[in-house]
T-cell receptor
Framework: IAGITQAPTSQILAAGRRMTLRCTQDMRHNAMYWYRQDLGLGLRLIHYSNTAGTTGKGEVPDGYSVSRANTDDFPLTLASAVPSQTSVYFCASSKGGRGANVLTFGAGSRLTVL | AQRVTQPEKLLSVFKGAPVELKCNYSYSGSPELFWYVQYSRQRLQLLLRHISRESIKGFTADLNKGETSFHLKKPFAQEEDSAMYYC?????????????FGKGTRLSVIA
């Protein structure tokens, strides 16, 4: 089934550890995004990529990094996790261009940092 | 700067009652507005976009540039409408500018 796959589904992590959340899409979408969802704060953009080889910072990029080596994959890395990064993380993709704002979302990765 | 305001965190209505989820925006250019929905144990998905001017699952939303609003309406709420609703904004013809989401409104339809 075409779509977006995120891994892991859920993870508990000790503060200070490094963590990479994986995101893969098979729709050949140009643009990909990482959002975090927090109660009362809604969805906030962390990083995005309009096309393979390029990335951009969103609203809350600090403590996170991304790479876009190819069209399909867009991993999100927490270099040294902190408790404030406890959240549900959603990866999304879109065709880009005039179709940029019709997003397809992954199922989410629930991360708890202790 | 782009900003989306959803003033209600939670909205509870009885089945069969009308529903209106409010969304106001701030944007200096021509906006493109969306409603996304997240049903329980399902992925976030597009509900409707203003340029399509269509009704999805009985919901409609009209862009009011004078009031900078894009309220989501349904005349008769159903239990299956219970979900988290997000209003989102981008610039029309802005190319690849990512969407800005509001904080969301949880709709609870009571039987």
């Amino acid at each position: 089934i075409a779509g977006i796959t995120q891994a892991p589904t859920s993870q508990i992590l000790a503060a200070g550890r490094r963590m990479t959340l994986r995101c893969t899409q098979d729709m050949r979408h140009n643009a990909m995004y990482w959002y975090r969802q927090d109660l009362g704060l809604g969805l906030r953009l962390i990083h995005y990529s309009n096309t393979a080889g390029t990335t951009g910072k969103g609203e809350v990029p600090d403590g996170y990094s991304v790479s876009r080596a190819n069209t399909d994959d867009f991993p999100l890395t927490l270099a040294s996790a902190v408790p404030s990064q406890t959240s549900v993380y959603f990866c999304a993709s879109s065709k880009g261009g005039r179709g940029a704002n019709v997003l397809t979302f992954g199922a989410g990765s629930r991360l708890t940092v202790l | 700067a782009q900003r989306v305001t959803q003033p209600e965190k939670l909205l509870s209505v009885f089945k069969g009652a009308p529903v209106e989820l409010k969304c106001n925006y701030s944007y200096s250019g021509s906006p493109e507005l969306f409603w996304y929905v997240q049903y329980s144990r399902q992925r976030l998905q597009l509900l409707l976009r203003h340029i399509s001017r269509e009704s999805i699952k009985g919901f409609t939303a009209d862009l009011n540039k004078g009031e900078t609003s894009f309220h989501l309406k349904k005349p008769f709420a159903q239990e299956e409408d219970s979900a988290m609703y997000y209003c989102a904004l981008s610039g029309l013809n802005s190319g690849n500018t990512p969407l800005v989401f509001g904080k969301g409104t949880r709709l609870s339809v009571i039987a």
